[in-house]
């Protein structure tokens, strides 16, 4: 079982900066893939970055490619989103997700654990 906390959310002005932190608690598995998905209104979930914890792979969505920033600190057990030169199109509720198949995937049915989401506001 593995817990994800989630924040850093709020409201910024297009073309500024936040970083997304999840903190991960219970168990560890170190071929876990740590992924950030999100979320707007009338829409379906969508794939934004994701990293493998054993080798440090990275994969983005087009979307975000260039801006966003996946990363992790193994000794906080702390997955991070920094996300820079936002856009009004990137308002939505992110969420974290732990996918224990092994390698990288983007869709949100390969993930087991999720967090409880933090919404991102970029005013134009």
């Known amino acids: 079982q593995v817990q994800l906390v989630e924040s850093g959310g709020g409201l910024v002005q297009a073309g500024g900066s936040l970083r997304l932190s999840c903190a991960t608690s219970?168990?560890?598995?170190?071929?876990?893939?740590m992924g950030w998905f999100r979320q707007a209104p009338g829409k379906e979930r969508e794939f934004v970055a994701a990293?493998?914890?054993?080798?440090?792979?990275?994969s983005y969505a087009d979307s975000v490619k260039g801006r966003f920033t996946i990363s992790r600190d193994n000794a906080e057990n702390t997955d991070y989103l920094q996300m820079n030169s936002l856009k009004p199109e990137d308002t939505a509720v992110y969420y974290c997700?732990?996918?224990?198949?092994?390698?990288?995937?983007?869709?949100?049915?390969?993930?087991?654990?999720w967090g409880q989401g933090t919404q991102v506001t970029v005013s134009s």
């Open positions: 219970g168990r560890t598995y170190m071929s876990a893939v």
């Open positions: 997700a732990v996918s224990l198949v092994g390698v990288i995937l983007t869709i949100p049915r390969a993930y087991t654990y």
């Open positions: 990293l493998r914890w054993n080798g440090g792979d990275t």
